[in-house]
């Protein structure tokens, strides 16, 4: 049996190295109205935000990153499920769609979601780009003229495809689909010398992984930038029809505010929260948006699972959570037919795999203590390529919290049984003894011929089909449509001076892929134009 | 199709259903079941009448694995109060809204289908409640058994004495210098 308990982990921590000089404020510290002026100011430190400040800084320009989460560092990483929820994750991991159908998955911290995935790095298919430029208008975005952008970034975050063994969850996905005759592939992963212990979601405790709290942010840290944590970005400040600040809320302990408003100065704004969190500000501040489309068009790549038992023990919670996936029905109806969707498998942690179980009572009882010898694959619908499927909208709770509205409609449920049935027979194709899908009605089937039948019997509704996703895409639409979009393709809002939008909350629809390199790759080329423009 | 069943359940739908859903929060608020009495004591959210409501609930979903790990029903509505740590006040406010809704009784039969306080059912009656409202075709239903049993399992099992019970050895040891 598969037992890593013993194992020691002693490294480093570079945030806690005070040689550093690193000028890091915390917002928990605050209690006092206070000014700040910068060149530019960046809300949020995710993938959009931390290569943008670096690239930016080094180019000269003072930036103050204003984070909402916490700062934590390897030292803060001790691999507790629980901790990494409540402390790394937007709504303590509780967040999901305004339905219950399903959940989302996105990072709050400093580095964001980059602190939490599972390290999977993927060009933007070639597929989306031109769906892109043909849909809405995206100009200078081909896979040719993106390629050096997605080469420079897998440079920086050194990307490679993961050269040990799978795990032995992964190893189903390859065996599944080498049986089926089905494409299979390794994960380019952005880790460097990866311990291969399966932690990355709760993040790194090696600071193996790239994201961006090891790499762009201490570089622009390194560079004269300011970071602001624990501090709520709340509302943009407007003069005329240009953007001239942001105004922030200083958080306690608890995410409460402490009362105080730093007021940050500049000519330049970033909006870099991430899906959901740049439509919100967006929308708190009242920004001008003639055509009602900011938050709208907010796509996830709606997920599905498949849990498999098999003889030997599979160990889902140990080695490099994400290693080989397959494409085979990625484009398989084409770029805007049916549903496609990328298979991958995930790790199983007894949280999460509790909560995606489901169930009640000695069922769900004895599901989980199979956990040793379960393999889980899931299924990534790439969604917003079919007129009938506009996302999800964001909305604003009474307090300015956002909410996402996606309905569950026909087009995923469809999509959803087929990656079922897919996933039920790369399973059992891989060897797999016992198969279950993620529908509330599925019990366990033993053959392939029983899930084909079963899963024709069952009634594919929202809540009761198991969804969720961890990408959050679109919401503030980039393109040269205007009755389309509100951001241009160089990431500049339509509708204020001043005001960017550099993060994966431009993408138009979602990328059908996980999404990391397509918000490097897209950040690196227009903060790099930003910069230029900036300095000239 | 049976058009006598749908017209009975349509008027079951409107007669109390719709009634409930439409006035349900408001009649919380009326009988005293409103959200502003503050967290119980040793908790640090859940308030007083939702771990009286709740706390047998999530020791029928948990079953065994509170048992198995030496612990009780308590001790798994507790982990459920650490996990809403993690939650903003609009995520907390949202959970609250539908216990508020469930103090009555009329929303308990609409959302689970037993009008009888989970406190006063016998463990097999939780158990067929359980399996009566995980089978519901209401909306309403189906996002309540999912935002509350979800979050149930996901507290227990990120406990080290939970994730133990489940065959995880658990995570390698983190030293800090």
């Known amino acids: 049996m598969q037992d890593l308990t013993t194992l020691t982990i002693n490294v480093k921590d570079p945030w806690k190295d005070p040689a550093n000089g690193w000028d890091v404020l915390d917002g928990r510290t605050i209690t006092d109205n206070r000014t700040l002026e910068a060149d530019v100011i960046i809300v949020g430190t995710g993938a959009g935000g931390g290569v943008s400040a670096e690239i930016l800084s080094q180019r000269g320009l003072k930036v103050i990153l204003v984070e909402a989460g916490k700062l934590k560092s390897s030292d803060d990483f001790k691999l507790d499920e629980g901790a990494a929820y409540r402390d790394l994750y937007q709504e303590g991991a509780l967040r999901a769609t305004k339905d219950a159908g399903m959940t989302v998955l996105q990072g709050r911290t400093v580095g964001g979601t980059t602190v939490v995935n599972w390290t999977s790095c993927f060009r933007t298919p070639h597929e989306t780009l031109q769906y892109w430029h043909d849909e809405f208008g995206v100009q200078g975005l081909s896979r040719a003229q993106m390629d050096p952008w997605f080469q420079q970034m897998e440079t920086r975050l050194k990307v490679e495809k993961w050269a040990m063994p799978p795990n032995a969850n992964n190893d189903v996905m390859k065996r599944g689909c080498d049986n089926k005759g089905w494409h299979s592939a390794l994960i380019p992963r952005n880790v460097s010398g990866c311990w291969n212990i399966g932690y990355c979601g709760m993040g790194c405790p090696t600071n193996a992984k790239q994201s961006m709290l090891v790499t762009t942010i201490p570089g622009a840290l390194d560079h004269g930038s300011t970071l602001i944590h624990s501090a709520q970005a709340d509302t943009l400040i407007i003069e005329g029809d240009s953007v001239t600040g942001v105004r922030v809320r200083p958080l306690n302990d608890d995410k409460v505010p402490t009362g105080a408003t730093v007021t940050l100065k500049a000519k330049t704004v970033i909006a870099a929260g991430g899906g959901i969190q740049s439509p919100a500000l967006l929308m708190r501040s009242e920004a001008p948006d003639p055509n009602g489309l900011v938050g709208k068009r907010t796509f996830l790549h709606p997920t599905s699972f498949a849990f498999g038992i098999y003889d030997k023990e599979i160990a889902p919670y140990y080695g490099a959570p994400q290693s080989v996936y397959s494409d085979e029905f990625t484009f398989k109806h084409g770029v805007d037919g049916p549903a496609g969707y990328k298979m991958e498998m995930m790790p199983m942690h007894p949280g999460l795999s509790g909560a995606l179980m489901g169930g009640f009572g000695e069922r769900a009882r004895d599901e989980i203590e199979r956990l040793p010898n379960l393999a889980a694959s899931i299924a990534m619908i790439r969604d917003g390529f079919h007129d009938d499927n506009q996302g999800g909208t964001v909305e604003l709770r009474d307090n300015g919290e956002p909410l996402l509205d996606y309905p569950v409609n026909e087009y995923l449920l469809d999509g959803t049984k087929r990656a079922h049935l897919t996933m039920l027979e790369m399973q059992f194709a891989a060897g797999a003894k016992e198969v279950r899908p993620s529908h509330a009605d599925a019990g366990y089937y033993k053959s392939w011929k029983a899930a084909r039948d079963g899963v024709a019997q069952l009634d594919y509704a929202p809540v009761i089909t198991g969804l969720g996703s961890a990408h959050v895409m679109g919401g503030l639409t980039m393109g040269a449509d205007e009755s389309r979009c509100t951001v241009n393709s160089d990431g500049s809002y339509k509708h204020l001076n001043g005001l960017y939008v550099i993060d994966g909350s431009v993408f138009p629809t979602s990328i059908g892929a996980n999404p990391q390199l397509s918000i490097y790759g897209l950040s690196a080329r227009n903060a790099s134009a930003l910069a230029d423009k900036l300095k000239a | ?177």
């Open chain 2, 1 to 177: 199709m049976d058009q006598g069943i749908n017209r009975r359940g349509f008027l079951k739908l409107s007669a109390a259903g719709s009634a409930v859903l439409a006035t349900g929060s408001g009649l919380a608020l009326l009988t005293g079941c409103s959200s502003n009495d503050g967290p119980a004591t040793g908790y640090k959210h859940f308030r007083q009448q939702d771990v009286d409501l709740l706390t047998p609930l999530v020791g029928a979903v948990l079953g065994s694995a509170l048992s198995d790990a030496g612990a009780t029903a308590e001790d798994g509505m507790k982990a459920f109060d650490d996990l809403l740590d993690g939650g903003m006040p609009g995520t907390r406010g949202a959970l609250f809204q539908v216990l508020d809704l469930m103090q009555l009784g009329a929303a308990r039969w609409y959302i689970t289908g037993s009008w009888a306080s989970f406190a006063d059912q016998s463990d097999d009656e939780l158990q067929q409640t359980l399996a009566n409202w995980s089978a519901s075709e209401r909306s309403l239903s189906r996002m309540a058994f999912k935002g509350l049993t979800q979050p149930i399992y996901m507290a227990w099992y990120v406990k080290p004495t939970g994730a133990r019970t489940t065959g995880y050895p658990g995570p390698p040891q983190k030293i800090v210098a």
